[in-house]
């Protein structure tokens, strides 16, 4: 890890084939879910991230991050998460605990005078559970088929401030809040139209809930088709990543 973080402040055509491998090639599997995704950065790279580990106890870790910025610039935060999240990742550490090591290592691994942060979401499944841990970093909490969009505590955003660990995990029982559920990033909910009206996470639940019928796939593309009639022909200004789980039967 040491080496490779270097690597991508100094030679964007590393941080590009970062991207590309790690999170634009990468679909994230959860043993025991369905799960389907869209990941469209704003240039040929981006800030947001899904990154996904599974362990040999049937655990599996799945984080959505949006770090700061466009382009290259991003998309070296976006692949230094990467390569420390492969590093630190395991599944004896708690998700708090894996936070709090990747802060102090963006911290660390910034360059001089940089500003950078990532907001997001960390879950945790278990194969054959219908619990699943989640662990809030300054981000929109996800939207349920049952209980809509559920209320998560908010913690600090990555790579703010050195402090002690506060991201707290929550237990989202999805007999209760429903077996579909979905994560994004801000530039799903924050696009504009050509009136200046933005789409927001209440319309997003509302094309949600009218795409429950359909197959996990053609309901992602649904969001995806809806989102773009109703930006028309405004100009899309952020990175747009999208993930929907549905538990197995």
């Not at 990747?102 to 911290?107: A, H, S, V, Y």
Request: glycine fraction near 8%.
């Amino acid at each position: 890890m040491r080496r490779r973080l270097p690597r991508l402040e100094l030679d964007p055509e590393e941080v590009e084939r970062e991207y590309t491998d790690r999170v634009l090639k990468s679909r994230v599997d959860v043993p025991g879910f369905r799960v389907a995704q869209h990941v469209e950065p704003l240039e040929h790279v981006g800030g947001d991230v899904l990154w996904h580990r599974n362990y040999d106890d049937g655990t599996t870790d799945v984080l959505l991050a949006d770090a700061m910025g466009h382009g290259v610039e991003a998309g070296i935060h976006a692949a230094k998460l990467v390569t420390m999240l492969e590093s630190l990742a395991a599944p004896y550490r708690t998700l708090q605990d894996i936070l709090a090591s990747l802060n102090r290592g963006m911290l660390r691994h910034r360059l001089e005078h940089e500003s950078a942060f990532a907001s997001g979401l960390f879950f945790r499944f278990r194969l054959g559970a219908s619990v699943v841990r989640c662990a809030n970093f300054g981000h929109t909490p996800p939207i349920f088929s049952g209980s809509g969009e559920v209320p998560l505590p908010t913690h600090l955003a990555l790579g703010i401030v050195d402090t002690i660990p506060v991201w707290s995990e929550t237990e989202l029982d999805l007999a209760i809040h429903g077996t579909r559920f979905i994560a994004f990033s801000d530039g799903i909910t924050e696009q504009f139209d050509p009136a200046g009206e933005m789409d927001g996470t209440e319309r997003l639940e509302r094309t949600f809930a009218a795409s429950l019928d359909l197959e996990l796939d053609a309901m992602v593309a649904r969001i995806v088709q809806d989102l773009n009639a109703f930006r028309g022909d405004a100009l899309v200004k952020d990175d747009r990543t999208l993930i929907a789980f549905e538990l197995a039967s």
